[in-house]
């Protein structure tokens, strides 16, 4: 054992470094990247973001800093829009800012600010690589996913990579100049809306497929997340019955999840009629209206999924109190994909647009040794949901929360990659507005009024 305490010392910033720390950054004195053409001083464009809402978002010509350590540089090919950062883009629904105080709010890590590329990640060509990267190498096609996958740090030795420490608030650091010469950072330290990405190699995985980029990029984010629920999460088993909350991209891809896994019935509940419709055609069974349901909803999903009621042939208990909460039949998993409106849809509305109906749904519907997974993310500060003490600590549902739906990215990813590749993910279907990168904030507007399923920006 060295017992040198500058040993000692210099061995802890090596471990701190293996999971984000500065000496990443690509700064002054590491040594240059292996790469294709320039790298340190190109000119490229990309969407960046100094606040919340469309005055502080624009399109601009960035200069490349130089790279190094494990950084990777990535030429972008394709982009998912999720609902998620429509946040940054349009602002919330009474047009200001997240609440920093309020109990969800999340670690202020980063000033809010600051000049940032946004984008929850995408797909592309590896350009250049620092000399410590061992991933991947120049030339290799990459899905740069929003939650990474260290292998190192507290939560991937325990096999929840989908929390990555690596990932959701950590320090982020400068990749491009402006014109002015102001520091440009990249959001998660990967920012996406962009004609180049500068990620740490725990943040790309590499895909050997023939699979077109828009289809691989479905997976970078909310096709990712949907399928981690129903295939990494909780992993639905043939023959069991599955309901999901919410028919955006993340819910309709738990349900292709769920039918691909072997699920008996598939149930989506949607307001909006196209997404009902869009379900049925990929893998759902049922697919109901919440608001033609009203306070039938539940119910009817419970009795739809319901069993034999001879307990000593396999059966459930029927018996129920009059609210029928604590009736003993429902769905095996139920998936909430549903979140909050940001803003008011310019089509069907759902009953609840804070989204605490729903969750208070899924628990309901959730029968005892049944599977609740949530995905849902960025509610307001101050939203608060409570359930029945006693259904709480005592009514064994085992809820299961995640960030990026519980998928492992260098896991799992490339899995998620083969199904396309075998047809039994039907990622294409999925994709309903394709647009060039400049016109990204039409493509926001196209997800934020809900008029599109998944919109897709086509870099290169």
């Known amino acids: 054992m060295d017992s040198n305490p500058s040993t000692a010392v210099s061995r802890r910033n090596i471990l701190r470094t293996a999971v984000g720390g500065a000496a990443f950054a690509g700064q002054a004195g590491l040594a240059p990247a292996q790469k294709t053409g320039t790298v340190a001083g190109r000119k490229f464009k990309a969407w960046v973001s100094t606040g919340f809402g469309p005055d502080t978002t624009r399109f601009e010509e960035l200069t490349l800093l ?9 030429r972008t090919e394709a982009s998912q829009c999720c609902y998620t950062m429509t946040v940054r883009i349009f602002g919330t629904q009474d047009g200001g800012r997240p609440d920093p105080l309020g109990p969800q709010a999340p670690v202020q890590v980063n000033d809010p600010n600051q000049p940032t590329i946004q984008g ?11 000399p410590e990267v061992h991933r991947v190498q120049v030339g290799d096609r990459v899905i740069v996913p929003v939650t990474p996958q260290c292998g190192v740090c507290y939560n991937c030795l325990r096999g929840r990579a989908d929390r990555c420490q690596t990932g959701v608030n950590v320090k982020t650091f400068p990749v491009a100049t402006r014109s002015n010469g102001d520091q440009v950072f990249g959001f998660l330290n990967i920012g996406g809306l962009a004609e180049l990405m500068v990620a740490y190699e725990e943040s790309v995985v590499p895909v050997f497929t023939k699979v077109s980029p828009e289809e691989l990029a479905t997976l970078h984010c909310v096709s990712g997340c949907g399928l981690g629920t129903t295939m990494t999460l909780a992993p639905v088993e043939p023959g069991s019955n599955v309901a999901v ?6 819910g309709l891809s738990a349900v292709q999840g769920a039918r691909i896994m ?39 999903i419970k009795d739809l999924c319901a069993g034999t009621d001879r307990p000593f042939a396999g059966g459930q208990n029927h018996l129920a109190n009059r609210a029928r909460f604590a009736e003993n039949i429902g769905p095996d998993y139920v998936i909430e994909a549903v979140g909050y409106d940001r803003a008011k849809p310019k089509v069907e509305a759902g009953p609840d647009p804070s989204g605490m109906l729903p969750l208070h749904q899924v628990w309901q519907c959730c029968p005892m040794g ?9 509610y307001p500060a101050q939203a608060i949901v409570g359930f029945p003490a006693t259904q709480w600590t005592n009514g064994s549902r085992t809820h299961h929360s995640s960030q990026y739906g519980g998928t492992n990215s260098m896991r799992d990813l490339p899995r998620y990659v083969r199904l396309i590749e075998s047809g039994r993910f039907d990622a294409k279907t999925m994709i309903t507005g394709r647009y060039p990168l400049e016109k990204t904030i039409d493509a926001y507007r196209e997800v934020i009024d809900r008029t599109t399923v998944m919109a897709m920006i086509m870099v290169s």
């Open 370 to 378: 049944g599977h609740i997974c949530t995905t849902g993310s960025g």
């Open 245 to 250: 909350w919410g028919g955006g991209p993340v």
């Open 120 to 130: 929850h990640g995408g797909v592309g060509i590896v350009e250049a690589i620092g």
């Open 66 to 74: 130089p790279i190094g350590g494990r950084q990777v540089l990535v």
């Open 262 to 300: 072997g699920a008996d019935r598939v149930v989506l509940v949607e307001p909006i009629r196209a997404r009902r419709e869009m379900a049925l055609k990929i893998g759902a069974t049922h697919a109901f209206d919440p608001n033609a349901e009203g306070d039938n909803l539940v119910p009817k």
